[in-house]
């Protein structure tokens, strides 16, 4: 069960679905809807969903479009 404020760990991004569009979804609906962290142990630099809150505190929705632009390159 995953709830607000709470953290899931996994080996890699596909680990979230079969094609990027399930994975996408995935990532949006358990940190935006649900409000729980996603950390990527594959590549933790990249895949961390706590930097993005945090750029977004700072500087409106700059960790969102940062978000968007990370999953379009891979």
């Keep these: 069960m995953i709830r607000n404020g ?3 760990y996994i080996d890699a991004l ?22 729980a962290d996603i950390v ?18 700072e500087d409106g929705k700059l960790g969102s479009l940062m978000e968007e632009c990370i999953f379009q390159v891979f």
């Design 40 to 57: 990527v142990l594959e590549n933790e630099t990249l895949f961390d969903s706590r930097k993005f809150k945090d750029m977004n505190m």
């Design 6 to 8: 709470g953290f899931i």
């Design 14 to 35: 596909d680990q979230l679905g079969r094609n990027y569009d399930e994975i996408i979804r995935e990532w949006k609906d358990i940190t935006g809807a649900v409000g």
